[in-house]
């Protein structure tokens, strides 16, 4: 079994940066990918980005290359995702989940999910 805790968010203006964190706890952890969603009130859960259980190879969806990045450090059991340039439409509740089964793109695939944590962004 794997939890994940998502912390990070909050409450911030166009143009600034935020980092949020996914620690996960349980055994296996360092060895699945991990991925990251969001979900904006009325709309579907959005695929964001995913690393790799190394780290070694990452995947972000087309409209947000360039402006957010996803890391992990596994001697702290955490993978991070850095977000700049925020815009009021990245505002939504951000989720961390691992071990896809199939796509990492679908939400379907993973097998374990946190709780999300809720980026606000005010113009």
């Known amino acids: 079994q794997v939890q994940l805790v998502e912390s990070g968010g909050g409450l911030v203006q166009a143009g600034d940066s935020l980092r949020l964190s996914c620690a996960g706890s349980?055994?296996?952890?360092?060895?699945?990918?991990v991925g990251w969603f969001r979900q904006a009130p009325g709309k579907e859960r959005e695929f964001v980005a995913v690393?790799?259980?190394?780290?070694?190879?990452?995947f972000y969806a087309d409209s947000l290359k360039g402006r957010f990045t996803i890391s992990r450090e596994n001697s702290e059991n955490t993978v991070y995702l850095e977000m700049n340039s925020l815009k009021p439409e990245d505002t939504a509740v951000y989720y961390c989940?691992?071990?896809?089964?199939?796509?990492?793109?679908?939400?379907?695939?993973?097998?374990?999910w946190g709780q999300g944590t809720q980026v606000t962004v005010s113009s």
């Open positions: 349980g055994r296996t952890f360092n060895s699945l990918s």
């Open positions: 989940a691992a071990d896809p089964d199939g796509s990492w793109a679908k939400a379907d695939d993973y097998a374990y």
């Open positions: 690393i790799s259980w190394s780290g070694g190879t990452t």
